[in-house]
């Protein structure tokens, strides 16, 4: 597959025996698809590095981003069960998978037990993206960038700045909000004035306390 590159096993982002000896990493370049919607789910994946988006088909007929996955997470989850893949997986910066059979990964323990909390965590933050569902479209998106601060945030030089440098389009962010680009384009506006959030698509640096502020503004308004 174009784009993606197999190597022996060299990351110490899991215990060293979790992983079974024979597993290889692979490093995944961005805008490579792991797999699409639709084909037979053979492997799970265990994330190591970087951001990888799932896109899922909506009733009409449009793809929207279900998700943003990084080191912890786990894809593929359908080869559990046998099933075809629910979702498009693609890289959005350089990540680093682990491809797993199933069978092998369930029947370790370890290795069981990581997948399991990882999937556990991953239910929760969906619940919690489905929750945001009701809020108004400003409070979905300062409520996303909260969440991929705790995620993939990096220290910024800037006082009580958190550096995010991912890659993501106004349309990239609008599929994940379940808004427009026109509407993410005016809220990005108002959360730099406010002092929320400065820099653009490659490299954010977001202001937690000034989110959850603009968060609870876009709230009162409908209120």
């Known amino acids: 597959m174009t784009g993606v590159i197999d190597h022996d096993q060299?990351?110490?982002l899991l215990p060293k025996d979790v992983l079974p000896s024979t597993a290889r990493t692979r490093t995944i370049e961005p805008n490579t698809v792991l797999y699409e919607a639709g084909n037979d789910a053979s492997s799970?994946?265990?994330v190591h590095q970087g951001v990888i988006k799932a896109v899922v088909p909506t009733s009409l007929g449009r793809d929207r981003i279900a998700d943003l996955y990084g080191p912890g997470d786990v894809l593929g989850v359908a080869a559990i069960e046998g099933t075809r893949h629910a979702e498009t997986v693609e890289a959005v910066q350089e990540s680093l998978v682990t491809p797993l059979d199933p069978m092998q990964a369930m029947n370790e323990r370890k290795l069981r037990e990581h997948i399991?909390?990882?999937?556990?965590?991953?239910l929760r933050r969906s619940r919690e993206m489905i929750d945001d569902g009701e809020l108004p479209v400003g409070a979905r998106v300062t409520r996303t960038f909260l969440r991929l601060c705790e995620r993939f945030g990096q220290p910024a030089d800037t006082k009580n700045g958190i550096k995010l440098p991912l890659a993501l389009t106004h349309e990239d962010?609008?599929?994940l909000t379940g808004s427009s680009r026109v509407t993410i384009t005016r809220i990005l506006g108002e959360l730099r004035t406010d002092g929320a959030l400065v820099g653009t698509r490659g490299v954010y640096i977001a202001n937690r306390k000034k989110l959850e502020a603009a968060t609870d503004n876009y709230v009162m308004q409908v209120i």
């Open 44 to 46: 799970i994946y265990l």
């Open 10 to 12: 060299d990351t110490d």
């Open 173 to 175: 962010l609008a599929s």
């Open 116 to 122: 399991l909390r990882s999937m556990a965590k991953q």
